[in-house]
């Protein structure tokens, strides 16, 4: 079965570095996501992409985030200049436009864990 | 804006018992809701989900849940749980339709024990 895969699956960074958290979404999908979950606390949504663009977004989703589809596999999720409250497991997420059993299911990757220093 | 309630941070089981783990949410248009699971250093794998239709879906794994509009309430169940299901479960709706964010529970860790 296809799956949402994510690198690296741990990041160690310095505080007020950049980091930049790469997902392959499943390759006919076409709505893309970012959530996170900081150790211990619930996952919480990011923001969403489609069509090329940003098309909702959490007040997580702040200045120092941004995404982007860099080509035609790959989503990323940058962070400009870390913080130490940034430190969670960022998990990509994908999903079908339309059509089959499956639409309107999310597939998560594996994450990523995030630690800032 | 929807938000979700898991009643039960904890739920502690013997194995071969049955469980329910308990699920309200608030919404102010139509949902759609989702149990996923996360095991232990995993990511979310989705169980179940509810779109239309029946009120009672099944699932992966022997787990199912009710959707039960009238207590805004989507319960998940399985009769006879096993050490493998001993994992962290969240509830999750969304809107039917427009924003597609889940919005997630804060979880209920089911410790299944032999």
């Known amino acids: 079965e296809p799956e949402v895969t994510q690198t690296p699956s741990h990041q160690v960074t310095q505080m007020g570095q950049e980091v930049i958290l790469r997902c392959v979404p499943i390759s006919n999908h076409l709505y893309f996501y970012w959530y996170r979950q900081i150790l211990g606390q619930k996952v919480e949504f990011l923001v969403s992409f489609y069509n090329n663009e940003i098309s909702e977004k959490s007040e997580i989703f702040d200045d120092q985030f941004s995404v982007e589809r860099p080509d035609g596999s790959n989503f990323t999720l940058k962070i400009r200049s870390t913080k130490l409250e940034d430190s969670a497991m960022y998990f990509c997420a994908s999903q079908a436009a339309s059509g089959g059993l499956r639409y309107n299911e999310q597939f998560f990757g594996p994450g990523t864990r995030l630690t800032v220093l | 804006a929807q938000s979700v309630t898991q009643l039960d941070s904890q739920v502690p089981v013997f194995e071969e018992a049955p469980v329910e783990l308990r699920c309200n949410y608030s919404s102010s248009v139509s949902v759609y809701l989702f149990w996923y699971v996360q095991y232990p250093n995993q990511g979310l794998q989705l169980l179940l989900k509810?779109?239309?239709?029946?009120?009672l879906v099944k699932g992966i794994n022997g787990f199912e849940a009710e959707f039960n509009k009238s207590q805004t309430s989507f319960h998940l169940r399985k009769p006879s749980v096993h050490i493998s299901d001993t994992a962290e479960y969240f509830c999750a709706p969304r809107r039917d339709t427009g924003r597609r964010a889940l919005t997630f529970g804060s979880g209920t860790r089911l410790q299944v024990q032999p």
């Open positions: 509810y779109l239309s239709g029946s009120t």
